[in-house]
């Protein structure tokens, strides 16, 4: 496991970029779509594939934009982020833990057994400070609420993680 530097360590640029914050706003966002579509929380490994596929700008462009596209047609479609999703997945791991971390005690998101579900409470992460953020992470937040009502539709977790090549 790689541990990341303190905050005050950091490059400006990875810090703004793997911000916490944001990156658990964009959890909450898959996971709200995908139990609204299923009825069910979100499997806790999705976010480790959601985040590095939202942030790599190529690849979040080339998300389906209708939710019942079959994932193994689109996996073939797309052999270039199928095989570079692993990598990415393994280099933004650590960012993700920061993240659930941080939407757990900042109170968006609730960790159980085997799901992440969404917090319905109130949350100190306000609407009007997401609506303050440039135009791409509102593209992150938008494409969000896309991929988490795909997954909803594509199997088990663990069948849609085996077609990624991703490791739980």
Not at 16 to 35: D, G, H, T
Not at 42 to 47: A, D, K, R, S, V
Not at 60 to 78: I, K
Not at 112 to 123: D, F, N, Q, Y
């Amino acid at each position: 496991m790689t541990a990341l530097a303190s905050w005050e360590e950091r490059v400006r640029e990875e810090a703004n970029l793997f911000n916490p914050y944001f990156l658990a706003i964009v959890v909450r966002q898959v996971a709200r779509a995908y139990e609204t579509a299923r009825g069910e929380a979100l499997p806790w490994p999705f976010p480790f594939l959601c985040v590095p596929l939202l942030l790599h700008e190529q690849s979040r462009e080339q998300l389906p934009y209708n939710s019942r596209t079959d994932l193994v047609v689109w996996l073939t479609e797309h052999p270039d982020i199928r095989f570079l999703t692993p990598g990415r997945v393994r280099l933004l791991r650590p960012h993700v833990r920061e993240a659930l971390l941080v939407g757990v005690r900042e109170g968006i998101l609730t960790l159980g057994r085997p799901a992440l579900a969404i917090s319905h409470g109130p949350t100190r992460i306000t609407q009007a400070r997401l609506d303050r953020t440039v135009a791409t992470a509102g593209e992150v937040v938008k494409e969000a609420t896309k991929l988490g009502r795909w997954l909803a539709r594509n199997g088990s977790w663990q069948y849609q993680l085996t077609l990624w090549g991703v490791t739980a």
